[in-house]
């Protein structure tokens, strides 16, 4: 869809936000995984999305996730690679 939308010289933003059960699959990771290897990923300027990881209640005051398919290091990885393809 991108490639045949916009052109490099298009500003893109992309908001994604899917929300699946606890502990199930959730899609923005097969999303992600897409985007990352695709050629499409250089069109896309900014990625506002809610990844879904283990967040666990010990690291910090906020609630604990309970997303056990993905760790906040797999979360951090994706975003460190999104950055490496320019994706703000």
């Known amino acids: 869809w991108l490639e045949r939308t916009v052109t490099v010289n298009d500003y893109v933003v992309l908001k ?3 929300d699946e059960g ?14 990352v290897n695709s050629p499409q990923v250089a ?18 005051k906020f609630m604990g ?7 906040m290091w797999q979360a951090f990885d994706i ?3 999104l ?4 994706v703000a």
């Open 16 to 18: 994604f936000d899917v």
């Open 22 to 35: 606890k502990n199930g699959p959730t899609m923005e990771w097969g999303f992600l995984a897409d985007l």
């Open 43 to 60: 069109l896309v300027d900014e990625l506002y999305i809610e990844l879904h990881f283990l967040f666990d209640k010990s690291y910090g």
């Open 65 to 71: 996730w309970n997303h056990n398919l993905h760790s």
């Open 79 to 81: 975003m460190r690679e």
């Open 83 to 86: 950055r490496r393809c320019g």
